[in-house]
């Protein structure tokens, strides 16, 4: 029985576990799993910017077991060479991508899966800033309350 190469990109910055639901449907349907990692040359071409380089994400992608290799993506066009490459018959994305990639359907089956709901880099991203504030502002008012202490006490 002829082995099922399937084929998915992305940029996987803060890796989490919308990442992972999707790549363990992907790896689910096929023998072989190739994930194409964005490098940050092109995250900057699809106007993101990464907290972590894309060395670190593509060696946390490889070492997740239902992956079973990491290219760099570089540019939107890799795809179909990297699909005639790969002999892959399936390229699968998240449905945030719904529609955009269907040009590939001549060469492979096109499937855009549902993403998971209430977890994105972004969302991770917001949090950690918004706690950041928060601290900043809690400093902010100790440092005032100490302030109004002293002007309270009379200093002869
Ligand atoms: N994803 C998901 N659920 C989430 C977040 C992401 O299923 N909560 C999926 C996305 O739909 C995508 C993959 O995880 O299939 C990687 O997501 P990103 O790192 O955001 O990838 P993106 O920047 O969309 O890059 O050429 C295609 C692009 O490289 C895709």
Redesign the pocket.
Known sequence: MNKKTLI??????LL????L???EKLKAMCDTLIV?V?TDE??AL?G?KCIVPYADRARLVKALSVVDYVIP?TH?EQ?RVDIIKYQASMF??????AG??DDLQDIVQVLY?????????TEIKDIISKSKDEKILSIRNTLQHALSLLDAVDVK
């Open positions: 998915t990109y992305g940029t996987f910055d989490h576990t919308g990442h639901n999707l790549l194409g964005s092109f995250n699809k993101k993506e939107w795809k699968a994305i998240g449905n945030d991508w955009k990639f899966l549902p993403r998971t709901e209430g977890i994105s880099t």
